[in-house]
C-alpha cells in the first residue's frame, strides 16, 4: 500500500482581518473548498504576537482574537495554494510542514 505524503500549511491572522467584503478566513475557507483541500480547521486564540510584539487579543468593545487556519492535503497542492493566496492583506505568518496522518483522509471519489 502506498502512503501517501501529506503536509499542513497554517496560515496566521487574527479574526476581524477583511477580504473585500468578508473576513479573510472566510475567503481563505471558500478558496480551500473550491480548490478541493482535503481538510480545514480554524482555531481560535487567546492572545497573540509576531515580530512586531503586537498583541492580538481580546479588547472590548473590538475583539481581535488571533486566528490560526490550518489545512491538510499534499504538498504541492498546498505550496500552489498558499501562492495564489499570499499576497492577500492580513495574512500574517505562513508555515508549512510534513504531518503524518494516521486515519481519516482521502479523496471523496466522484
Do not use: C
Not at 476581524?16 to 468578508?22: C, I, Q, R, Y
Request: glycine share 10%; charged share 25%.
Amino acid at each position: 500500500m502506498t502512503k501517501l505524503q501529506y503536509a499542513q500549511l497554517r496560515i496566521f491572522t487574527d479574526e476581524l482581518a477583511p477580504s473585500g467584503d468578508v473576513p479573510l478566513w472566510e475567503d481563505i475557507l471558500d478558496h480551500a473548498k473550491s480548490h478541493g483541500l482535503l481538510g480545514f480547521t480554524i482555531v481560535r486564540g487567546w492572545v497573540g504576537y509576531g515580530p512586531r510584539k503586537l498583541n492580538h487579543e481580546l479588547h472590548l468593545p473590538d475583539p481581535k482574537y488571533p486566528l490560526i487556519i490550518e489545512i491538510i492535503d499534499e504538498e504541492s497542492l498546498l505550496r500552489a495554494f498558499a501562492e495564489e493566496i499570499g499576497p492577500k492583506h492580513g495574512i500574517g505568518l505562513v508555515t508549512l510542514g510534513p504531518v503524518e496522518v494516521l486515519h481519516g483522509m482521502r479523496r471523496a471519489e466522484g
